[in-house]
């Protein structure tokens, strides 16, 4: 195959790894100064320890000059120097390097499949472990209530014949992880756990083969549905990580309708718009590119660019950015930017970007593994060895160093942190918020900095008539009776206000960017902003903190409207709890300055940033983090998107854009913001059991395996000790759940208290 051959079905259906170094070239992306950047997907990594293999690798590589491995879209984005030497620097060493680390990659495509077999795989396993070591169990129970022989046996028999499949199915995902590792010379997690699973097994057949009272099936599939629960919820909440990016890449438009030199009109992919283009945007169509209006006058939804809910007018000359929604008039655009430079573009790779960062945390699991794997492995052997050696029965021997393998298998180490985040899940989902991302706790327990969007979040994005000037009442019921008329937010507000009943108009007209206009009785009637309805209009006193529709009659104003947003219930509750804790609380949203202070003003926000794009709100959430803070933003919109995905921890409400719901960690359905502390506080409990867990598996470790080396501890009190361990990290995380039932009941008694007194 040469250049010439690859298209972009071919190029994204092969195997990376059947790529020469020319191809690669040409799949991969200029970045300038003789830098490419390739990005491939690698399918297989699934935690920490796997990010620093391959980065790892990659860094060994002389002419790599950067490798990121993103945990949540599974992508490694590698930048490589152009000009190479074949014979050194072949850029195919990329995927010869990923591949020499024990992972598979292929090219990267952003379209996520929309079934997700992995999750669907893990799901079956852990219903097969589950089933089997609950029939297993039952039959236990009855072995260690004292059976006769031939009835223990039989059991054993029946145990072993439901432990078998059971092993081989639901075990495969830590089978062929750590076969894979020991493969290409190195260990993880897995191994310790596939040993252990093995062993125990094998060693409780061969007990049951020569009639011996004990047989540890149970505790084999035991271990095995704990650790398949953990990993099933991880890998769950990472594919609704991931559903963010996929969902703002699938809101661009397609393609759009090129007009030509004849007036002709032809439609072509959105990535055949060139520079100089003009196109043409029906009304109810995104704009497709970045550009400059040519002809044309409408209304433009820009909340994915500044995030205020009011549609802007635009006309000819004005500067469009591609997402945007024409809602009222065609216009027609000139391409200033191709499609992949574009604003649309621009935050999805903010958010991969954001994302990719944040992939790198690790979770304190994640860093023990690589200690944790081949201590346990050097106890076992050694313990084998000297039991073999110096005892000289090596059947002893290895019992006790299965016995030592499974004290030490990381179980309780496992349900550490995704048991506590499960049960945090559950407190949190009773106070009205949902958790997307189980890591999202442990850094919500971090923050010392609430940054705000205003529309939307603060506020509830509804306009709210807050006063009138009128000469007469029936001025106000026209305004009304125009207003029915049209779907502007503001008109919408006026019609639903109170007052005298809308008079009503035979023939209405709406005027794109500039509002309503009808006759009658031989007068005309103008209902929208000051320039429409009297150019000799001035600006309203308070600088802008409010919204204006001005009513005119024969170009003579009548009447004047002044709007403002209201506020989300419980945000000034939720500030003031806020600021009691000693956050730092601050505004960043895209709407005027005069009114995002005006607003921090009425909610006591230590500091208020307006006129904020998407861009400006991910550079201010990076340098509070270069200060030292730790933000958590709140925001709702497309444009809050980067930003979500760029802060430290992210929040939305439920209604929430659907971008910014996938984009932030934590979705909040109350429509009261006390979910914002209430959470936080949550969050801090779950994080102190947390590392509570971390000491108890630790404490059990160092209690245990001496025991177990020195002999005293059998399979069965080894099985026995792991699974008390793990009862009693599970135990310790539903305290959580306890201390919401008890703070639930202090806030109802004292609800109580308070309205009795009243």
Same mark, same amino acid.
């Given at each position: 195959?040469?250049?010439?051959?690859?298209?972009?079905?071919?190029?994204?259906?092969?195997?990376?790894?059947?790529?020469?170094?020319?191809?690669?070239?040409?799949?991969?992306?200029?970045?300038?100064?003789?830098?490419?950047?390739?990005?491939?997907?690698?399918?297989?990594?699934?935690?920490?320890?796997?990010?620093?293999?391959?980065?790892?690798?990659?860094?060994?590589?002389?002419?790599?000059?950067?490798?990121?491995?993103?945990?949540?879209? @599974?992508?490694?984005?590698?930048?490589?120097?152009?000009?190479?030497?074949? @014979?050194?620097?072949?850029?195919?060493?990329?995927?010869?390097?990923?591949?020499?680390?024990?992972?598979? %990659?292929?090219?990267?495509?952003?379209?996520?499949?929309?079934?997700?077999?992995?999750?669907?795989?893990?799901?079956?396993?852990?219903?097969?472990? #589950?089933?089997?070591?609950?029939?297993?169990?039952?039959?236990?129970?009855?072995?260690?209530?004292?059976?006769?022989?031939?009835?223990?046996?039989?059991?054993?028999?029946?145990?072993?014949?439901?432990?078998?499949?059971?092993?081989?199915?639901?075990?495969?995902?830590?089978?062929?992880?750590?076969?894979?590792?020991?493969?290409?010379?190195?260990?993880?997690?897995?191994?310790?756990?596939?040993?252990?699973?093995?062993?125990?097994? %094998?060693?409780?057949?061969?007990?049951?083969?020569?009639?011996?009272?004990?047989?540890?099936?149970?505790?084999?599939?035991?271990?095995?549905?704990?650790?398949?629960?953990?990993?099933?919820?991880?890998?769950?909440?990472?594919?609704?990580?991931?559903?963010?990016?996929?969902?703002? =890449?699938?809101?661009?438009?397609?393609?759009?309708?090129?007009?030509?030199?004849?007036?002709?009109?032809?439609?072509?992919?959105?990535?055949?718009?060139?520079?100089?283009?003009?196109?043409? !945007?029906? $009304?109810?169509? +995104?704009?497709?590119?970045?550009?400059?209006?040519?002809?044309?006058?409408?209304?433009?939804?820009?909340?994915?660019?500044?995030?205020?809910?009011?549609?802007?007018?635009?006309? #000819?000359?004005?500067?469009?950015?591609?997402?945007?929604?024409?809602?009222?008039?065609?216009?027609?655009? +000139?391409?200033?930017?191709? $499609?992949?430079?574009?604003?649309?573009?621009?935050?999805?790779?903010?958010?991969?970007?954001?994302?990719? #960062?944040?992939?790198?945390? /690790? @979770?304190?699991?994640?860093?023990?593994?690589?200690?944790?794997?081949?201590?346990?492995?050097?106890?076992?052997?050694?313990?084998?060895?000297?039991?073999?050696?110096?005892?000289?029965?090596?059947?002893?021997?290895?019992?006790? =160093?299965?016995?030592?393998?499974?004290?030490?298998?990381?179980?309780?180490?496992?349900?550490? *942190?995704?048991?506590?985040? *499960? *049960?945090?899940?559950?407190?949190?989902?009773?106070?009205?918020?949902?958790?997307?991302?189980?890591?999202?706790?442990?850094?919500?327990?971090? *923050?010392?900095?609430? =940054?705000?969007?205003?529309?939307?979040?603060?506020?509830?994005?509804?306009?709210?008539?807050?006063?009138?000037?009128?000469?007469?009442? +029936?001025? !106000?019921?026209?305004?009304?009776?125009?207003?029915?008329?049209?779907?502007?937010?503001?008109?919408? $507000?006026? %019609?639903?206000?109170? #007052?005298? %009943?809308?008079?009503?108009?035979? @023939?209405?007209?709406?005027?794109?960017?500039?509002?309503?206009? $009808?006759?009658?009785?031989?007068?005309?009637? /103008?209902?929208?902003? &000051?320039?429409?309805?009297?150019?000799?209009?001035?600006?309203?006193?308070?600088?802008?903190?409010?919204?204006?529709?001005?009513?005119?009659?024969?170009?003579?104003?009548q009447a004047r409207f002044l709007f403002e947003d209201t506020l989300r219930p419980g945000a /000034?509750?939720?500030?003031?709890?806020?600021?009691? /804790?000693?956050?730092?609380?601050?505004i960043v949203s895209g709407d005027r300055q005069s009114v995002v202070d005006s607003t921090a003003?009425?909610?006591?926000?230590?500091?208020?940033?307006?006129?904020?794009?998407?861009?400006?709100?991910?550079?201010?959430?990076?340098?509070?983090? &270069?200060?030292?803070?730790?933000?958590?933003?709140?925001?709702?919109?497309?444009?809050?998107?980067?930003?979500?995905?760029?802060?430290?921890?992210?929040?939305?409400?439920?209604?929430?854009?659907?971008?910014?719901?996938?984009?932030?960690?934590?979705?909040?359905?109350?429509?009261?913001?006390?979910?914002?502390?209430?959470?936080?506080?949550?969050?801090?409990?779950?994080?102190?059991?947390?590392?509570?867990?971390?000491?108890?598996?630790?404490?059990?470790?160092?209690?245990?395996?001496?025991?177990?080396?020195?002999?005293?501890?059998?399979?069965?009190?080894?099985?026995?000790?792991?699974?008390?361990?793990?009862?009693?990290?599970?135990?310790?995380?539903? +305290?959580?759940?306890?201390?919401?039932?008890?703070?639930?009941?202090?806030?109802?008694?004292?609800?109580?208290?308070?309205?009795?007194?009243?």
């Amino acid at each position: 195959m040469t250049c010439c051959d690859l298209n972009t079905d071919s190029v994204l259906a092969m195997s990376a790894t059947s790529f020469s170094a020319e191809e690669i070239a040409l799949v991969s992306h200029p970045l300038g100064d003789g830098l490419r950047q390739l990005d491939l997907s690698v399918p297989d990594v699934h935690c920490g320890a796997c990010i620093s293999t391959i980065e790892r690798a990659l860094s060994a590589l002389p002419y790599v000059t950067k490798a990121r491995v993103n945990l949540t879209s @599974r992508r490694v984005t590698c930048i490589y120097r152009q000009e190479f030497d074949k @014979r050194t620097t072949d850029p195919t060493g990329i995927i010869l390097a990923i591949n020499a680390a024990g992972y598979r %990659a292929h090219l990267f495509t952003p379209i996520a499949s929309e079934n997700d077999t992995t999750r669907n795989q893990l799901l079956l396993a852990v219903g097969v472990s #589950g089933f089997a070591a609950t029939n297993i169990m039952l039959l236990s129970v009855s072995v260690w209530s004292g059976a006769d022989a031939a009835t223990r046996d039989m059991f054993h028999w029946i145990s072993a014949l439901i432990a078998a499949p059971a092993l081989v199915y639901a075990g495969r995902f830590f089978f062929r992880s750590a076969w894979n590792a020991l493969k290409h010379g190195r260990t993880n997690m897995d191994v310790p756990i596939s040993l252990a699973v093995t062993l125990s097994y %094998a060693v409780s057949l061969w007990e049951t083969m020569h009639h011996g009272e004990h047989a540890w099936f149970d505790a084999s599939v035991s271990l095995l549905f704990f650790l398949l629960i953990g990993r099933t919820l991880d890998h769950v909440m990472r594919e609704k990580a991931r559903a963010a990016i996929n969902g703002l =890449a699938r809101l661009a438009p397609r393609g759009a309708l090129l007009l030509m030199r004849d007036g002709s009109r032809h439609y072509i992919p959105i990535e055949d718009i060139a520079v100089g283009d003009e196109v043409a !945007i029906a $009304a109810g169509e +995104r704009i497709p590119v970045d550009g400059t209006i040519v002809s044309g006058e409408s209304d433009i939804d820009l909340s994915i660019v500044t995030g205020e809910s009011s549609p802007g007018a635009v006309a #000819g000359g004005s500067q469009v950015s591609s997402g945007a929604m024409n809602l009222t008039g065609s216009l027609v655009v +000139r391409a200033t930017k191709l $499609a992949k430079n574009s604003l649309l573009a621009e935050i999805i790779n903010l958010m991969e970007a954001a994302e990719g #960062g944040r992939a790198r945390y /690790r @979770r304190i699991a994640d860093r023990a593994a690589s200690l944790y794997s081949p201590a346990v492995h050097l106890l076992a052997l050694v313990s084998f060895l000297a039991w073999g050696f110096f005892g000289g029965d090596w059947k002893h021997a290895m019992l006790v =160093a299965v016995a030592v393998l499974i004290i030490t298998c990381p179980c309780a180490l496992g349900l550490a *942190v995704p048991v506590v985040q *499960v *049960v945090a899940a559950g407190e949190l989902f009773r106070k009205g918020v949902m958790v997307k991302d189980g890591s999202a706790l442990e850094r919500l327990a971090e *923050v010392d900095t609430v =940054a705000f969007d205003k529309t939307g979040t603060l506020t509830i994005g509804v306009p709210r008539l807050v006063a009138t000037t009128a000469l007469d009442d +029936r001025f !106000i019921a026209k305004a009304k009776g125009l207003a029915v008329h049209s779907r502007h937010p503001l008109s919408q $507000a006026l %019609a639903r206000s109170g #007052g005298p %009943a809308p008079t009503p108009f035979d @023939r209405v007209s709406e005027i794109p960017g500039g509002g309503l206009q $009808a006759c009658c009785a031989g007068k005309t009637y /103008r209902l929208g902003n &000051a320039a429409f309805a009297d150019p000799t209009a001035t600006s309203p006193s308070d600088e802008g903190r409010f919204s204006e529709v001005v009513l005119s009659r024969n170009d003579e104003v009548q009447a004047r409207f002044l709007f403002e947003d209201t506020l989300r219930p419980g945000a /000034r509750e939720a500030v003031d709890e806020l600021n009691l /804790r000693g956050y730092e609380t601050v505004i960043v949203s895209g709407d005027r300055q005069s009114v995002v202070d005006s607003t921090a003003l009425v909610l006591g926000l230590d500091k208020a940033l307006g006129a904020l794009g998407p861009q400006q709100k991910v550079e201010e959430c990076q340098r509070l983090s &270069a200060n030292g803070h730790r933000v958590l933003m709140v925001g709702d919109g497309i444009n809050d998107a980067p930003a979500l995905a760029a802060a430290h921890v992210s929040m939305a409400p439920a209604t929430a854009s659907d971008i910014g719901r996938q984009a932030a960690d934590l979705v909040f359905f109350n429509e009261r913001l006390e979910a914002v502390p209430q959470a936080i506080a949550v969050a801090k409990q779950a994080a102190k059991l947390i590392r509570q867990n971390f000491a108890l598996a630790i404490g059990y470790n160092v209690l245990a395996v001496p025991i177990a080396i020195a002999g005293y501890a059998t399979p069965l009190i080894a099985a026995v000790a792991m699974s008390t361990s793990s009862i009693i990290v599970v135990t310790n995380a539903l +305290r959580l759940s306890t201390l919401g039932m008890r703070q639930r009941r202090e806030r109802t008694m004292t609800t109580t208290r308070e309205v009795n007194a009243a």
